[in-house]
């Protein structure tokens, strides 16, 4: 089977700027695959590269195996979600929802019909002769949604399309929108700078920085054996340990990151251990975020649940002893553990 | 200490300007005072002086007159509106003067358009600037300058005639000439010429507020279009003209109302047949009729009414 997108060695430059640097990835049939990045990493660049919007200095872009290069939006069976929704102000929303068939050609009755059913898939049912500004966020979103799936595209593109939302309504949008991709079978290609919302929704994602991609998995695999240390910092905390630290730590010069929520304290029976003063205590909710300064410049950064065993909080200036086993560790030079 | 220490200068910065402080305090808290004085001396322009003087004008056009006399009669009455809608002689005028703002509306937006949409779409940087002086430049200098340059261009011996005669076209242009209504001995006393002339001095006043609207479209819209599989030329049609559509009318008020009122052009260019603004000017001038003048005055202002009556129908401001 040909993957639903390849894009090999891509690169699109605007001036001095990289935005996209010999980008290899392959997006698989029916997949729900994350692109994830900081702004300016060139997520959306690629995600504009696939639509057409952006044309490659080099490389080779195509859909189902076929190369897409030099052919205009218009012409290619994707479709995108844009951030700010690009809703058509002067139409209704049914008539949005419906412009891709009426470009078509389509007869005005069964693109109604269709466009009804859209309503109906994103629970918008009833609202189509209303106007976009007469809408929320949350529902906006979704006529964006009904508009982009109508043409039942190769692959939908999503350009952080709940980044208006609020929380609330964003987590409640990321469980209907996983559930709709399932649903509808399409391939959803989702760019966000929430690793949060990567992790949760995606199949695999692919991890951006300065227009290269830094690591590509399923978020079990980026999450646990991040390969850089810039992934490690950007998806989830972590604790990134440089050589010099390692060896007092560890015995052995090998870089290695460490999430705060897998270092236990007190003098349990792990694989290392060390002391070291608390500097600061903040409390979140489901845990408790503890600094704690080693002697030397290292500071890791350890999280603590907030269960019922109601221990004491380490106080400030407070020497405390650290301790975590061998696989919490995961090295940053490549390797594998030893 | 510290604490006597921040005091100390906010009380000399506060005793050293104390009434600045005390009047901004005063403003800042009472919002609605301060938009009222901002707003006085425009009402008072608007409404008294400019409002007013309409007024006043619309009561002389009820005001009778009486011909031998060459007094105005203060009685209320509808013969001035008699006088006006029966005579054939003032309804031609009427006709003459709105056919030809409507022509000059419409070849100033075909001409109008495409300048706009390059400007808002294509042109950046330098280029842009100038367009915007390209535009803007004839504003600069005096409209009865521009007017008779225009005359000197369209004359018989000017270098419009001159160019269709070096072109061995000079057949072409006297056919045109030749044609009914529109043509004449030359298109300096030609109606032709006077929609030249027409289109040409209000031209900027159609592609500013067009190219505004222009610019006003999301690129992001158009993106989405494209995105959704309309052409290039479809989504003109689907999406930016549509949401350019208010400004071609805010253009189009502006061409229309100016070609209604002005009596210059018709003055210079055209032949001996009123429009408007002339017999306004010759009724409250010479003859001294200034009920009928009010009369001529209030035509404008109706035919502008009705306009943008239709125009709200169109739905031309549903996307403001």
């Known amino acids: 089977m040909q993957p639903a997108v390849r894009l090999e060695r891509v690169s699109r430059h605007f001036g001095a700027i990289r935005a996209v640097d010999e980008v290899s990835l392959e997006v698989r049939d029916g997949e729900f695959f994350a692109m994830l990045g900081p702004s300016g990493s060139g997520k959306t660049t690629c995600l504009r590269l696939i639509a057409g919007f952006e044309e490659p200095d080099r490389g080779a872009i195509a859909l189902h195996g076929q190369s897409v290069v030099g052919v205009p939006p218009y012409d290619r069976n994707v479709n995108t979600v844009f951030q700010d929704y690009a809703l058509f102000p002067h139409m209704s929303v049914l008539d949005n929802v419906a412009y891709g068939l009426m470009v078509r050609g389509v007869g005005r009755a069964e693109r109604q019909r269709r466009a009804d059913g859209m309503l109906e898939l994103v629970a918008l049912g009833g609202l189509g002769a209303r106007r976009p500004a007469e809408l929320s966020g949350g529902q906006r979103q979704r006529v964006a949604l009904a508009r982009a799936l109508i043409n039942q595209p190769e692959v939908l593109l999503l350009d952080e399309p709940l980044g208006a939302l609020d929380l609330k309504l964003r987590q409640q949008m990321q469980t209907e929108l996983k559930a709709l991709q399932r649903k509808v079978g399409i391939t959803f290609v989702y760019v966000t700078h929430d690793q949060e919302e990567a992790l949760g929704m995606s199949d695999r994602l692919a991890v951006f920085n300065h227009g290269r991609i830094e690591q590509i998995g399923t978020p079990e695999a980026i999450y646990e054996h991040p390969a850089t240390a810039f992934v490690a910092g950007f998806v989830g905390a972590s604790n990134i340990v440089d050589a010099a630290t390692a060896e007092r730590l560890t015995g052995r010069a090998r870089p290695f990151s460490l999430r705060p929520e897998r270092i236990r304290i007190g003098a349990a029976a792990a694989e290392h251990g060390v002391e070291g003063t608390v500097v600061s205590v903040q409390y979140h909710g489901a845990s408790t975020r503890i600094e704690v300064a080693l002697d030397g410049q290292q500071v890791l950064m350890v999280d603590r649940p907030n269960d019922l065993r109601g221990e004491a909080r380490p106080e400030p200036g407070s020497r405390i002893r650290l301790s975590w086993s061998h696989a919490a560790m995961q090295p940053l030079d490549g390797g594998a553990l030893p | ?320």
């Not at chain 2, 915007?132 to 300058?145: G, I, K």
């Not at chain 2, 306004?280 to 109706?302: D, K, W």
Request: aromatic share 12%; with cysteine.
């Open chain 2, 1 to 320: 200490m510290s604490v006597a220490a921040t005091e100390v200068p906010l009380a000399a910065a506060g005793l050293r300007q104390t009434t600045a402080r005390r009047l901004s305090t005063f403003l800042y808290r009472r919002g609605g005072l301060l938009t009222l004085l901002l707003l006085a001396p425009p009402l008072a322009w608007l409404g008294v002086i400019y409002l007013g003087s309409l007024l006043a004008l619309l009561m002389q056009s009820f005001f009778g007159f009486d011909d031998f006399s060459g007094q105005v009669v203060y009685e209320l009455t509808l013969r001035s509106y008699v006088e006006l809608l029966t005579n054939p002689a003032n309804l031609d005028i009427i006709l003459r003067t709105v056919c030809m703002a409507a022509a000059v509306t419409l070849g100033a937006a075909l001409i109008g358009f495409p300048v706009a949409y390059v400007m808002a779409r294509y042109a950046t940087g330098r280029a842009k600037a100038l367009f915007y002086l390209a535009v803007m430049l004839p504003l600069w200098s005096s409209y009865l300058v521009r007017v008779y340059a225009w005359k000197l261009i369209l004359a018989k011996e000017g270098i419009v005639s001159w160019a269709f005669a070096e072109a061995k076209l000079g057949w072409l242009l006297n056919g045109v000439l030749a044609l009914p209504v529109i043509g004449g001995p030359s298109l300096s006393v030609s109606y032709l010429g006077m929609f030249l002339v027409f289109t040409y001095i209000w031209l900027p006043f159609m592609v500013l507020p067009t190219q505004a609207a222009l610019e006003r479209v999301p690129k992001g819209l158009i993106e989405a279009s494209a995105d959704l599989g309309a052409r290039p030329l479809t989504t003109f049609r689907t999406v930016i003209l549509p949401l350019a559509f208010p400004g071609l009318v805010a253009g189009s008020i502006f061409t229309f109302s100016l070609t209604l009122g002005d009596y210059i052009i018709p003055y210079i260019i055209g032949s001996s047949r009123f429009f408007i603004g002339q017999a306004v000017y010759v009724h409250q001038g010479t003859a001294g009729n200034i009920p009928l003048a009010a009369a001529f005055s209030v035509v404008p202002i109706v035919i502008m009414a009705v306009y943008l009556t239709i125009a709200r129908r169109l739905g031309a401001f549903d996307a403001l």
